[in-house]
């Protein structure tokens, strides 16, 4: 008996099968056509085959959030000029694919990353590649293109004299400025609020499905859309006259020391209007911003203490009418320093060494660093840096971080100089006050920025099960308790804490590290609840990405810029099909 026959397919061609099996069919093995090829190959013929991605190895840095949430892509597209961004926009709306637009992906809610099963296939658009800072008005404005970084315009506009709204990203170093916007991001500075403007260049799709440009600039230009995008690229505008600064009605809100709601927060309907707030529900070209006054001299003092009804009266007593606001007051708990220091070191030497400029490329390599070698071993390498780099602080600041529970970064400038120092010494009973010199400043504020990514990295380094849930809180601007306590049932489920934030704002971040085991979404749901029933809010700042639940009049808001409901659908706990199903 022979081992083997042969037979003849219907074409003519011979297969073998052994004995007892049967012959195997004709492209049983054939892989099937990839339904999104149509949809890439588009996609190549707008950016080049080099900035379409589609293999896993090089997608993931896209796809994954700085803190939360991931999921799959058809492709991810690099646009290198906002026609192109207009083009591949354009595309994917004829292929009927979800569009996500990310910036610098430093969110730390999931909002610029896909995040579970969706109906249609998804595009992610990053604009890494979109910087460019166009300074007008002699630097008090200045347009800002969809990838601009808060660094990139701190550059541009530091030959005039000027400074942004924000600087570095208080919880992610390296943010956008488009995605501050976007996402009512607060910052750092004490008198200037959420971020916000009204004037933007931007895309919506229609109820159609179409696309239609919307200049909101305040600047002529007339043409199609891509020739009013090249206009803009190349800051070929006509000359534009200086005008009155706006006034801000934000110093005069956070004083009011005895209103029971907070500050800032993100589903504040004042917040929300085109670009702003808009949390990716239309692409974002460019937007126009002020700018501030730099200072002519600046102070910065640490007040440090044991006592937490001693820094609520601090509060009140800086948030007097009477009292020129300081630039920055930014709170750290003793736990939080600990974290930074342990996890966090890499951050602060690269800052140093580096400056925050280039934190983007570096976080970028970072991300394709953990894409080849796997995020374990990225962070790994990292803490090896930590531990064998210098101590960031300098000597004579290490105790004052160690021994008090409550530490204040106070900034005051110029004017304010003076009657901040006098009403620092008038509360000194209860405070240890510190002036600092540049260096030390600098110091201790790269370990204030640090924070943020240490509860990442040990929660990755732990690797125990234990989650990590990152909290982003708003007070009530009446509460003295600033530091927000949990009932047994919940503080049982915490094997870390770190309390970070803007004090004179309150609005806090909270990392928790949970025990293995802890559903994180149920205890960030409890501590939700808690939060409200003191009169505050959740989220503060990061918005509410795929974490939180959008409250009815944020989803209309979405709707209305939305229709089809294209642009980074789900986001808010919202519908992730096609016309909002």
């Avoid at 840096?385 to 529970?405: D, K, N, Q």
Wanted: some cysteine.
């Amino acid at each position: 008996m022979a081992l083997c026959s042969s037979s003849t397919s219907r074409g003519g061609r011979p297969w073998r099968s052994l004995p007892g099996t049967l012959p195997r069919r004709r492209g049983r093995h054939r892989r099937l056509p990839d339904p999104d090829e149509p949809l890439r190959r588009a996609l190549r013929a707008v950016v080049g085959a080099a900035h379409v991605l589609h293999d896993d190895a090089r997608v993931g840095q896209y796809t994954t959030g700085y803190r939360h949430g991931s999921g799959r892509a058809a492709a991810v597209a690099l646009p290198g000029s906002l026609v192109e961004l207009w083009q591949c926009a354009v595309c994917c709306a004829r292929h009927g694919a979800i569009i996500i637009v990310q910036a610098a992906n430093t969110g730390l809610t999931g909002g610029s990353t896909p995040d579970g099963a969706y109906d249609r296939p998804v595009v992610v658009i990053s604009t890494e590649r979109l910087g460019g800072v166009h300074p007008i008005a002699n630097g008090e404005e200045a347009i800002c293109l969809a990838g601009s970084t808060l660094t990139e315009l701190e550059t541009a506009i530091s030959r005039f004299g000027r400074a942004p709204h924000s600087v570095i990203g208080s919880s992610c170093i390296g943010a956008s400025v488009v995605g501050g916007i976007c996402n009512n991001s607060g910052g750092a500075l004490v008198e200037r609020g959420p971020a916000f403007t009204d004037e933007a260049l931007f895309a919506r799709i229609r109820s159609d499905g179409s696309l239609e440009l919307i200049n909101r600039l305040g600047i002529a230009l007339d043409g199609e859309p891509e020739s009013v995008l090249r206009a803009v690229e190349a800051g070929t505008f006509p000359e534009i006259p200086r005008r009155q600064k706006p006034v801000s009605h934000y110093e005069h809100h956070v004083r009011q020391v005895e209103e029971p709601s907070p500050a800032r927060y993100n589903a504040d309907p004042r917040g929300l209007r085109d670009a702003s707030g808009s949390a990716g529900k239309v692409i974002v070209f460019a937007v126009r911003v002020p700018t501030f006054s730099l200072p002519n001299k600046e102070l910065t003092f640490i007040v440090a203490t044991d006592q937490g009804d001693a820094l609520a009266d601090l509060r009140r007593a800086l948030l007097d009418p009477g009292v020129p606001l300081p630039k920055q007051c930014e709170y750290l708990h003793r736990d939080a320093t600990s974290l930074a220091l342990a996890y966090g070191n890499d951050v602060t030497v690269l800052l140093q060494l580096f400056g925050a400029g280039a934190m983007p490329k570096v976080l970028r390599l970072q991300r394709r660093l953990g894409t080849a070698i796997g995020k374990h071993a990225t962070h790994r390498l990292a803490h090896l840096l930590s531990r064998v780099a210098p101590h960031p602080l300098p000597r004579r600041l290490r105790g004052l971080f160690a021994s008090y529970e409550h530490v204040l970064l106070l900034t005051a400038v110029d004017e304010a100089i003076g009657p901040v120092r006098a009403l620092l010494e008038s509360h000194s009973p209860n405070l240890v006050v510190t002036e600092l010199d540049p260096s030390e400043a600098a110091a201790a504020m790269r370990v204030r920025f640090a924070v943020a990514g240490a509860g990442v990295r040990c929660r990755d380094l732990l690797a125990d099960g234990g989650d990590l849930a990152a909290l982003d809180i708003a007070l009530p601007r009446n509460r003295r308790d600033f530091r927000l306590e949990l009932p047994p049932a919940l503080a049982a489920q915490v094997k870390l804490r770190a309390d970070y934030g803007h004090f004179l704002c309150h609005v806090f971040h909270c990392d928790f590290l949970l025990k293995p085991g802890v559903e994180r979404c149920a205890f960030e749901a409890d501590v939700k609840t808690l939060v409200e029933a003191l009169g505050g809010q959740m989220p503060a700042e990061h918005n509410f990405g795929h974490l939180y639940k959008a409250p009815p009049h944020v989803v209309d808001f979405y709707r209305q810029l939305d229709p089809t409901n294209s642009l980074n659908p789900g986001i808010g706990g919202t519908s992730r099909m096609r016309n909002w199903a």
